[in-house]
């Protein structure tokens, strides 16, 4: 039969445990805790880490967005149902995104037909935007963003696939709760919590349909030498408005704007998901650090 399941089954699921194996591991995780939240043998995460495998083109980018999906969770402290569902939830998400019809193509000879690409989960969009919200503040807890957290604090937004206005767009009531730059925790997530941190989602959202979750965070010169040119897109207030840069971020990870006489320089992190933003802010302290700096100093 001519059906995706196959391609997910056989070929995004393999590679899916085989970079997610590996990211653990780099991260400090033995090889028993990374078989117990991928649902395989011991023996099996050695093969894996020990493997030379080379992801195939067509299937590459739906593969690590899985993952860093995936090892968000897992860092959060999902279990192995937890990330099953993640799993499923994030496949839906790339085959409605049309990240797998190429393989399809390539595999069985034609186009697939869309029906089999609907979505049919039991869960609505809006719950899913509020439990990836949820683990991405369960990620961030007791985390210290202190080189990254704005003296307006730091806020985190998702949006529903396809959202339009404000009101389809989630975030944290107050922002995130700190203290000294450790993250404490956040009032519950709500749909139209924050109009502007919102707003700058929609716009980016109409240029890059991948995109659905954006967080506002400190922007320092620190910040700026963690992320390659053209990952980064800077704000000329002089020339350009904030809407038209957000709209024409396609390809980008972030967008800076240096600030003006008393208006702190501000950074919005892009990314697919809650936990794909949550995990870059981590890795953007993680990398200040490792360089010697971070001080609130500019």
Not at 74 to 91: M, N, T, W
Not at 238 to 248: A, Y
Not at 251 to 272: H, M, N, Q, S, T
Request: hydrophobic share 40%.
């Amino acid at each position: 039969m001519k059906i995706p399941e196959l391609i997910i089954s056989e070929e995004v699921l393999p590679e899916v445990r085989r970079k997610l194996a590996g990211n653990l591991r780099n991260r400090g995780w033995s090889q028993s805790s990374i078989a117990s939240i991928l649902g395989t043998s011991q023996a099996m995460v050695s093969r894996y880490l020990k493997e030379e495998h080379e992801i195939p083109g067509s299937i590459s980018e739906m593969v690590n967005m899985i993952t860093r999906d995936l090892e968000a969770g897992a860092l959060s402290g999902e279990d192995l149902d937890d990330l099953s569902i993640r799993f499923c939830s994030s496949v839906r998400r790339c085959m409605g995104s049309g990240l797998l019809s190429g393989r399809f193509e390539e595999r069985f000879g034609s186009r697939p037909h869309m029906f089999c690409f609907i979505d049919r989960s039991v869960t609505g969009p809006r719950s899913n935007v509020i439990k990836d919200l949820e683990s991405a503040l369960s990620l961030l807890i007791g985390k210290d963003l202190h080189s990254i957290t704005p003296a307006l604090k730091i806020n985190l937004a998702q949006a529903i696939d396809g959202a339009r206005s404000i009101e389809e767009v989630a975030s944290f009531p107050g922002r995130l709760v700190e203290r000294e730059g450790v993250i404490k925790g956040a009032q519950p997530p709500e749909f139209g919590a924050s109009k502007h941190l919102a707003q700058v989602l929609l716009y980016a959202m109409e240029d890059d349909n991948s995109v659905r979750s954006v967080a506002s965070i400190r922007f320092s010169d620190d910040v700026q030498r963690m992320f390659e040119p053209d990952d980064l897109e800077m704000i000329d207030r002089d020339s350009s408005s904030l809407k038209q840069v957000m709209t024409e971020v396609s390809g980008k990870r972030a967008v800076a704007d240096p600030g003006d006489f008393g208006v702190e320089p501000c950074l919005y992190i892009l990314g697919a998901s809650a936990l794909e933003v949550a995990m870059m802010m981590i890795d953007l302290q993680d990398g200040v650090d490792k360089n010697g700096v971070g001080s609130n100093e500019e």
